[in-house]
């Protein structure tokens, strides 16, 4: 029995993804630079699937320009929530050619879901607020590597 109790106890905490709960900030992610206008976003990226689940948790604050950029495999329908996420956040939902379909303002710590009006590929995550300071809605359209065409 103590033998069987050692193995889960091992498993529980040396396996990521098998019940090893992340607590800090995800803050050495790979980096992109997106541009919305004249307007320059220093984004990490979370392209995995535990790096887009833990998202921006446990920050205390970010820069005004930075954000994160989730990067999923192809276009469905995305849905966000704040469980865990300490800052008010705008959710901008984007189609392949960096168009937002939609916008939504999250409120930190909550369960409700916030989801695109249509299937998308990527979903940015800014401070409440950055694009309405800059006019930027739907319809707007981001540009960086993630949007460029591929041959």
Known sequence: MNR???????????????GWSQESPQL????????????????QVAATNEQRATGLMFRKEMPASEGMLFVFEQPSSQCFWMKNTLLPLTAAFVADDGTIVNLADMKPQTT?????????R????????????????????LGGQPFERRP
Not at 112 to 120: T, Y
């Open 4 to 18: 069987f109790v050692l193995r889960l106890t091992f498993l529980f905490f040396a396996l990521p993804g098998l």
């Open 28 to 43: 050495q992610l790979p980096r992109v630079t997106l541009s919305a206008g004249m307007h320059l976003i220093h984004a």
């Open 112 to 120: 409700n879901a916030h989801c695109s009006a249509k299937p998308v």
């Open 122 to 141: 990527y979903v940015l995550e800014m401070n409440q607020g950055w694009f309405a300071k800059r006019g930027i809605k739907a319809g707007s359209k």
